[in-house]
């Protein structure tokens, strides 16, 4: 008896199926794959637009005037008068004070009696003492002239005298000797008369006569302080004294400054010195004055650097106009340094900008894709960029992703607004 065939399993009889099942799996698992790999990344994006960049060093500093008088008291004194107020203008010439004059008339009258006293010295040297000592040693010359001279006659008459021998020899050394003493008064009283003092002693009444001069000088000039008036016309802006105030030896007075123009006394950290030039644009504001900007210029720039508090800075002197006298000397001002401004100038934020090691770079929308497109970026600031190549106007560029993916070229996109 023939066995009939044996019974084939499931598997064997849906092999095609199941072959036909793995391959349309792969199929889909592949393309699930491919789409993930590809999946549209939500960005932020911009449009490059033209404007205005600039780049600026932000700082604060002082207004101080360009030109000014200051006054200080010459000598202690009480204070006479104050002719002025603060904020009062002022013309070149005009009194604003008067220092009470007493002590200063009172040094001046001893200065003069002490020059007249060195002034008498100084000719009793020059002509060998005083008169009466002049005419006292004149009238000794004449006696020892005439000493000398009777000297010399008796010392002839003894010679000859000697001759005949009607005189001894020790008669005759005893004239000589009367006569050398006569010669030797002689000498001394002449000297007396024409060089009686030393160099020394000359040169120290010299000096002594110099030195009154200029005490005399000096005790007129302070006399003359006595009125303190202005050398150049402008505003009173420090007063800081009143009538009857006693001031001290250089104690400030008073301060007159032409305020249509200031300048700023800017305090620029050391990383930026670098960057300033003479000329630069500067806008001043003052808390104090809200929405008031003051337009000025750099006129020095640092040579050096020095210590501020705790920053080390160069000290930078800006010329600003103040027509409207609102800024006042010794304010604490806000300073902006333009150190560049370009107009009409396409522009992007900087985080638009990428860096790698070949050049900056951008990533453009192009069709919902990212394209890289090498620029060239000339001036930045803390928020924006000039870019100048690479890209065209109005063109969109990829500034971030929502959702952390990084972005590359080639990437799909979708701008999110």
């Given amino acids: 008896m023939a066995l009939p065939p044996p019974k084939r399993t499931f598997i064997a009889r849906h092999r095609g199926w199941l072959l036909a099942l793995a391959v349309v799996a792969a199929v889909v698992l592949l393309a699930a794959f491919v789409s993930f790999g590809r999946a549209t990344i939500p960005v932020r994006a911009i449009r490059v637009t033209r404007g205005m960049i600039r780049t600026v060093i932000s700082t604060n500093g002082k207004i101080e005037p360009v030109f000014a008088f200051e006054a200080h008291a010459p000598a202690a004194a009480q204070v006479r008068r104050v002719l002025v107020r603060e904020g009062d203008t002022v013309k070149a010439g005009q009194l604003l004070m008067e220092l009470d004059p007493s002590q200063a008339r009172a040094q001046a009258a001893r200065a003069l009696a002490q020059l007249r006293s060195a002034e ?97 000088a000096a005790a007129q000039d302070l006399l003359q302080h006595s009125l303190i008036r202005t050398s150049v016309s402008g505003i009173v802006y420090s007063l800081p004294i009143r009538a009857g105030a006693y001031v001290n030896t250089g104690d400030l007075l008073v301060q007159v400054s032409d305020l249509r123009k200031v300048q700023v006394r800017a305090f620029v950290d050391e990383p930026d010195v670098g ?138 996109v979708r701008v999110v607004r």
């Fill in 120 to 216: 008498a010295d100084a000719a009793a040297v020059k002509s060998g003492g005083t008169q009466e000592e002049v005419l006292t040693t004149q009238a000794e010359l004449t006696k020892a002239k005439t000493d000398r001279d009777a000297a010399q006659h008796n010392l002839e008459a003894m010679r000859r005298l000697e001759k005949e021998g009607a005189a001894s020899p020790g008669e005759v050394r005893d004239a000589e000797n009367q006569l050398t003493r006569a010669e030797a008064q002689l000498n001394l009283l002449n000297q007396k008369l024409s060089n009686r003092y030393s160099s020394p002693e000359v040169q120290r009444s010299q000096a002594q006569l110099e030195d009154a001069r200029a005490s005399y």
């Fill in 275 to 412: 960057r300033l030039s003479p000329g630069e644009r500067v806008e001043v504001t003052w808390d104090a004055t809200p929405g008031r900007t003051w337009q000025g210029r750099v006129s020095r720039t640092p040579s050096e650097l020095r210590m501020h508090g705790t920053r080390n800075v160069g000290e930078v002197t800006c010329e600003v106009d103040n027509g409207d006298l609102r800024l006042l000397p010794n304010v604490n001002v806000n300073v902006t340094i333009i150190t560049a401004q370009h107009s009409d100038v396409l522009t992007l934020p900087r985080e638009a900008v990428h860096q790698d090691e070949e050049q900056p770079y951008v990533l453009q929308i192009v069709n919902g894709e990212l394209k890289r497109r090498n620029v060239r970026v000339v001036t930045s600031n803390l928020t924006m960029a000039e870019i100048t190549d690479g890209l065209p106007d109005n063109a969109e560029v990829a500034l971030g992703s929502l959702n952390s993916q990084p972005l590359r070229d080639g990437s799909p």
